[in-house]
């Protein structure tokens, strides 16, 4: 049984596009997460929801938008996609905000 | 905000040798200290943590001291196999800040057999 399961575990576009990751863990945790990590593997974190609610939104462009359809689901939408979006983006949840963090598999994205 | 430094950025062991990764943080009121791997074409994954309540913690060959005078942490591995080979990343969270975790930049260790 995966945890913490991404979709697509690759995603390959053209500059311009719209796309999303979905991201769904059976732990039952109340946080969830999106994470990027770059070429350099610096892993920097994007998102954070608890129980549906956003909770921390760093200095990330509006082109990405979050949504959490439930507590066990957090997808990230990306408008008009550009060259420096590529990167692993990575999904990640929580028992709760001071815990231990479970990821997933990560989904490569790769803009042309 | 949090700045969590770390290094080195790459560590190149004999399998069996000890390897040693630092990590220091900046803001005094983290208070959560968790150590993930990451091996190729994974998520990080926790191989241990330590709570500011505690200076020291030990699970088989992995062990993380902490230092909150010094605001620094480390992760000894001994008896270092092969498969010890991936990133680690150190991180820092308080529970003030909705238990954001700051990560280290990464160390890429590699075990020569």
């Known amino acids: 049984d995966t945890a913490v399961s991404q979709t697509p575990k690759y995603l390959v576009t053209q500059m311009g596009n719209d796309k999303s990751i979905k991201c769904e863990q059976n732990?039952?945790?109340?946080?969830m997460y999106w994470y990027k990590q770059d070429s350099k593997k610096f892993l920097k974190i994007m998102f954070s929801?608890?129980?549906?609610?956003?909770?921390i939104n760093e200095t990330v462009p509006n082109r990405f938008s979050p949504k959490s359809p439930d507590k066990a689901h957090l997808n990230l939408h990306i408008n008009s996609l550009e060259l420096g979006d590529s990167a692993v983006y990575f999904c990640?949840?929580?028992?709760?905000?001071?815990?231990?963090?479970?990821f997933g598999p990560g989904t490569r994205l790769t803009v042309l | 905000g949090e700045n969590v430094e770390q290094h080195p950025s790459t560590l190149s062991v004999q399998e069996g040798d000890s390897a040693v990764i630092k990590c220091t943080y900046s803001?005094?009121?983290?208070?959560?200290f968790p150590w993930y791997k990451q091996e190729l074409g994974k998520g990080p994954q926790l191989i241990i943590d330590?709570?500011?309540?505690?200076g020291e913690k030990k699970d088989q060959r992995i062990a993380v001291t902490l230092n909150k005078t010094a605001k620094h942490f480390s992760l000894h591995i001994t008896e270092t196999q092969p498969e010890d080979s991936a990133v680690y990343f150190c991180?820092?969270?308080?529970?003030?800040?909705?238990?954001?975790?700051?990560f280290g930049d990464g160390t890429t260790l590699t075990v020569k057999p």
């Open positions: 990640a949840s929580s028992q709760a905000q001071y815990n231990e963090q479970f």
């Open positions: 732990l039952g945790h109340d946080t």
């Open positions: 929801y608890n129980n549906k609610e956003l909770i």
């Open positions: 803001d005094s009121a983290s208070n959560y």
């Open positions: 330590i709570r500011s309540n505690v």
């Open positions: 991180a820092a969270s308080m529970r003030a800040n909705a238990g954001k975790s700051t």
